[in-house]
């Protein structure tokens, strides 16, 4: 399957971004979706998760209440809704395709689990 992330930008702290990630495929509802991000400096980090049907979700400590993760298996997309965004938020963030990256044993926070990866678009919230 093939990712594009889209959506990102500058925006100031406290604002909102909705981030969009495009699959390709007829098979997109087969597999777990998930947003990691990476700042300069720093390793690949967890984001959020979202179950094969939307159903169940997962989130980092750092986002949770201020981000949500959502899917449209009509429409081959997952987004990620951010809100309150903080300058620690700045970062690329990469959406994440796996059939299952370990939903039931939350090893999905790992990025080395995920099997496919969209190009990234970059967040940057200014202080």
């Known amino acids: 399957v093939q990712l594009q992330a889209f959506g990102g930008g500058l925006v100031q702290a406290g604002g909102s971004l909705r981030l969009s990630c495009a699959a390709s495929?007829?098979?997109?509802?087969?597999?777990?979706m998930g947003w990691f991000r990476q700042a300069p400096g720093r390793e690949r980090e967890f984001v959020a998760t979202?179950?094969?049907?939307?159903?169940?979700?997962w989130y980092s400590d750092s986002v949770k209440g201020r981000f949500t993760i959502s899917r449209d298996n009509t429409k081959n997309t997952v987004y990620l809704q951010m809100n309150s965004l903080k300058a620690e938020d700045t970062a690329v963030y990469f959406c994440?395709?796996?059939?299952?990256?370990?939903?039931?044993?939350?090893?999905?926070?790992?990025?080395?689990?995920?099997?496919?990866w969209g190009q990234g678009t970059q967040v940057t919230v200014s202080s």
């Open positions: 979202v179950s094969w049907r939307g159903e169940r979700t």
């Open positions: 495929g007829r098979t997109f509802s087969r597999y777990v």
């Open positions: 994440a395709a796996d059939r299952d990256p370990g939903v039931t044993t939350g090893d999905f926070s790992l990025s080395t689990k995920w099997e496919f």
